[in-house]
């Protein structure tokens, strides 16, 4: 069964702003891994943040992790054209990873 | 970087054939995946397999089969195609889950028509 949800399921911005997606699970974890998928291509591993983690960076990539809350956050800083895209978290637990449904993103020009 | 390669970015097929989805990866990964991708539901693993001749079942297996003869093909098969396995199908690899790089690489998909 899915444990992602995803929050939003759409989000629509102007180039330049930052872009903020969520993400809930509901057992427990061994990491938590963000995803992008460009349309009609195969998805694309971002980042990956365990459970002893908080937070992590790369590049403009800022996610945050909150165990208590089960829910994690993607950031995207200064966005631009070529983020948009769908952001799928995925939840690893014992053995597998469960995605979520994903957020649509378009970075507007 | 890890290649993974889908045979066929796109395919048509009637009911009741049977369909073959072949997936191969170029990094001697033990893991590989089949999922399926519908709107609104996300992905959805069919099954997947830890190694050579070793398979599991995933969330939605009924209606498929796969076969791992060698390390680096992983087959997905439909056994007689229904209209409701239209969708995106994506194969994916990974080391074991007990390395450091536990990240998926997927391949490009295959988006599969039944009618």
């Known amino acids: 069964s899915q444990q992602g949800e995803e929050d939003p399921q759409a989000l629509s911005i102007q180039e330049g702003e930052n872009a903020t997606m969520n993400c809930s699970y509901k057992t427990s974890i061994n990491n938590l891994q963000w995803y992008r998928q460009n349309s009609g291509r195969g998805l694309v591993h971002l980042i990956l943040?365990?459970?002893?983690?908080r937070e992590k960076h790369s590049g403009r990539l800022r996610v945050t992790l909150d165990t208590s809350k089960k829910s994690s956050s993607l950031l995207i800083t200064a966005s631009r054209a070529a983020d948009t895209a769908s952001y799928f978290c995925?939840?690893?637990?014992?053995?597998?990873?469960?995605f979520g449904q994903g957020t649509r993103l378009t970075i507007n020009p | 970087d890890v290649k993974v390669t889908q045979s066929s970015r796109y395919l048509v097929k009637r009911t009741g054939e049977k369909v073959f989805l072949e997936c191969v990866q170029d990094?001697?990964?033990?893991?590989m995946f089949w999922y399926r991708q519908d709107p609104g539901l996300g992905l959805r693993l069919i099954y997947f397999?830890?190694?050579?001749?070793?398979?599991e079942k995933g969330d939605i297996p009924e209606g498929y089969s796969v076969s791992r003869e060698k390390k680096e093909l992983f087959s997905l098969i439909l056994e007689s195609a229904s209209t409701n396995q239209t969708s995106m199908y994506l194969c994916a690899s990974s080391l074991p889950s007990w390395g450091t790089n536990e990240k998926l690489f997927f391949g490009s998909g295959t988006q599969l028509s039944v009618l």
């Open positions: 995925a939840s690893k637990g014992a053995q597998k990873l469960v």
């Open positions: 990094m001697d990964h033990e893991n």
């Open positions: 397999s830890y190694d050579v001749k070793m398979k």
């Open positions: 943040i365990r459970s002893n983690e």
